[in-house]
């Protein structure tokens, strides 16, 4: 299943090794913890230039409808891309070593100062943080889609269902894949005929 970028991309983007996904994934894995899906996208896209912005939204969308944490979706979709089985390992590897380290130091730490009210502050601090993080990649990930009304609409219903209505996030990808699908083929046979 190894994908070559298409030729529009090929001399912007860069095809990582094993070994460059799994240092990748080591490096976003201790430095985004609690709030990894913003900064994948920044590593992935306009750092390491692995993906178009295009393509990692296509790829998250698919992360997001399968079972398990998003960025752990992610990094074994974009191993299996270049490298198959080796660049799904190198990149579950890769990303779940540091923070596994760092959870269960951690653990042991706040195990001894749960109770100090600074602590207690700390953890308030994080969580707005993570929360504007996840405000930042959400922009990011439309900016896109401000050329494709269609997808943009799917997007902004989803949001809808989901944050507004508390429809459950199966029941609304259950409902919004096929219209996604159906539209994004729509598109696909407009370009094919226009060409």
Same mark, same amino acid.
């Given at each position: 299943?190894?994908?070559?970028?298409?030729?529009?991309?090929?001399?912007?983007?860069?095809?990582?090794?094993?070994?460059?996904?799994?240092?990748?994934?080591?490096?976003?894995?201790?430095?985004?913890?609690?709030?990894?899906?913003?900064?994948?996208?920044?590593?992935?896209?306009?750092?390491?230039?692995?993906?178009?912005?295009?393509?990692?939204?296509?790829?998250?969308?698919?992360?997001?409808?399968?079972?398990?944490?998003?960025?752990?979706?992610?990094?074994?979709?974009?191993?299996?891309?270049?490298?198959?089985?080796?660049?799904?390992?190198?990149?579950?590897?890769?990303?779940?070593?540091?923070?596994?380290? &760092?959870?269960?130091?951690?653990?042991?730490?706040?195990?001894?100062?749960?109770?100090?009210?600074?602590?207690?502050?700390?953890?308030?601090?994080?969580?707005?943080?993570?929360?504007?993080?996840? &405000?930042?990649?959400?922009?990011?990930?439309?900016?896109?889609?401000?050329?494709?009304?269609?997808?943009?609409?799917?997007?902004?219903?989803?949001?809808?269902?989901?944050?507004?209505?508390?429809?459950?996030?199966?029941?609304?990808?259950?409902?919004?894949?096929?219209?996604?699908?159906?539209?994004?083929?729509?598109?696909?046979?407009?370009?094919?005929?226009?060409?």
């Amino acid at each position: 299943m190894k994908q070559i970028p298409s030729t529009t991309h090929a001399a912007t983007l860069h095809t990582p090794t094993v070994r460059e996904l799994f240092l990748g994934f080591v490096g976003l894995g201790f430095t985004s913890f609690g709030g990894a899906l913003p900064l994948a996208r920044r590593t992935i896209v306009e750092q390491r230039r692995w993906l178009s912005a295009a393509e990692f939204t296509d790829l998250l969308g698919l992360c997001q409808f399968l079972p398990g944490g998003n960025v752990i979706n992610l990094s074994v979709a974009i191993g299996v891309r270049f490298h198959g089985w080796r660049g799904a390992l190198a990149g579950l590897l890769g990303l779940i070593e540091g923070p596994s380290l &760092v959870v269960i130091g951690l653990g042991v730490v706040y195990e001894q100062t749960q109770n100090d009210p600074r602590v207690q502050h700390l953890f308030v601090g994080l969580a707005a943080a993570a929360a504007g993080l996840l &405000v930042a990649m959400a922009v990011k990930i439309l900016v896109p889609l401000r050329h494709d009304p269609a997808g943009a609409c799917i997007a902004l219903t989803g949001f809808i269902a989901i944050a507004i209505l508390r429809t459950p996030l199966l029941l609304t990808m259950l409902v919004l894949t096929p219209i996604g699908i159906a539209f994004a083929a729509r598109a696909a046979r407009r370009a094919s005929n226009a060409s």
